[in-house]
């Protein structure tokens, strides 16, 4: 009985408050973003900290990619928690090999939860875009719609990416090299800001033993090694 009428907010569109709660079964937070890459007609760009994927999610966005979608993720550069920024790493090669755009926001770490899409409709909110988010923690967001307020959630993304290097195919060879930079022109550290997937390529060679990665399109991406038993 309180839900505003569509003649109420006809000139401003509208702003719909929503909360995700991990005990009722209803995954509201995942169903807006999912909603966004769907019904997108021309773009839906995105900003999150983290990037850790289901089989649902990961279809909707490499599918959005191949109906030609322009589809752009920013990610930070320098993470705040590594593990979480070698597993976002792992979903790059299948995510640009759909056509996805990726980008790293160099100067630093990148802690907003965007998504925008047709110059009509964006959320922002705490939910990232992983698993814990979307299914584990009590999260909140407003979805924006019809409303002036989408364009300062593009126009923010248009600054953010400016600020930030677009990674390659060329950069996913270096993915096990200690301290590899997408670009060596920005930041303070001239030699790089993460370990990568070295750190775990050699505490596996250490052991005299190997480590394999194995990317399926439509799947993911597998990471296969041994370990000698303790």
Known sequence: SYAPTREFFYDDGFVAPYTDYPLDGEHVAQNVYLNMINRAKEYV????????????????????????????IILPHIPDKWYAFLLAKTYYEELMNAGVQIYEYTPGFVHAKVFVS?????????????????????ECGAFIYNNPVVWDVEKDFQETLSKSQKITKEDLK??????????????????????????V??????????????????????????????
Request: aromatic share 10%; charged share 25%; hydrophobic share 35%.
């Open 45 to 72: 760009y995105i900003m999150t900290p983290y990037l850790i994927l289901d089989g649902e999610m990961l279809n909707a966005i490499t599918f959005a990619a191949k109906r030609g979608i322009d589809v752009r």
């Open 118 to 138: 047709d110059n009509d409709t964006a959320t922002v909110g705490t939910i990232n875009l992983d698993y814990r988010s979307l299914y584990h923690h009590f």
């Open 174 to 199: 270096h993915i096990w090299e200690r301290f590899y930079k997408t670009d060596s022109s920005r930041g303070k550290d001239k030699k790089g800001t993460g370990l990568g997937l070295s750190i």
């Open 201 to 230: 390529k050699e505490i596996i060679t250490a052991h005299e033993e190997n480590i394999s990665v194995v990317s399926t399109e439509g799947v993911g991406t597998e990471f296969i090694f041994s370990l000698p038993q303790a």
